[in-house]
């Protein structure tokens, strides 16, 4: 079975819901959060209730339940490390060209496309763009 659509299909049971429910960050920054704990629900070994997409980053880039590619399909994070100046965002693809992750309200909803996400957070913000495949 496809690691990928695994943990896609962890991610779609909580499109509508909170993710992140201890609330350790503001609901409008929760991304990390939510995130970790659905990356949590399917490998245990991997670290919840992280609270930054930097921290998260770094996660990913040591977890031996991921690896780094160039080109995104279903259930490949992607993440948007935050800077110093700018926060940054996570989220995961659940379709070919749809990504969900955390809403300004703290639930978890199917928000963006690989465009859309380039707007807002490689041109917009002006950060770098990462893909995880779960392996």
């Not at 779609?12 to 201890?22: Q, T």
């Not at 629900?41 to 040591?62: C, D, G, M, R, V």
């Not at 969900?100 to 690989?114: H, I, K, M, Q, V």
């Not at 859309?116 to 917009?124: C, H, K, M, N, P």
Request: glycine share 8%; charged share 20%.
């Amino acid at each position: 079975i496809d690691p990928g659509m695994v943990l896609a299909n962890e991610a779609i049971s909580w499109l509508g819901k909170d993710a992140s429910p201890l609330n350790l960050a503001p609901k409008e920054v929760s991304c990390a959060e939510a995130m970790s704990n659905i990356i949590h629900q399917t490998y245990p070994h991997f670290p919840k209730n992280i609270l930054s997409t930097a921290a998260i980053f770094e996660e990913l880039k040591k977890s031996p339940h991921f690896k780094g590619v160039l080109n995104p399909k279903v259930g490949t994070v992607v993440v948007s490390p935050r800077t110093q100046t700018v926060n940054g965002h996570v989220g995961i693809y659940i379709k070919p060209d749809s990504i969900a992750s955390n809403g300004r309200d703290g639930l978890f909803w199917e928000n963006y496309t690989r465009e859309s996400w380039r707007a807002e957070f490689i041109r917009g913000r002006g950060l770098k763009g990462y893909f995880f495949v779960p392996i």
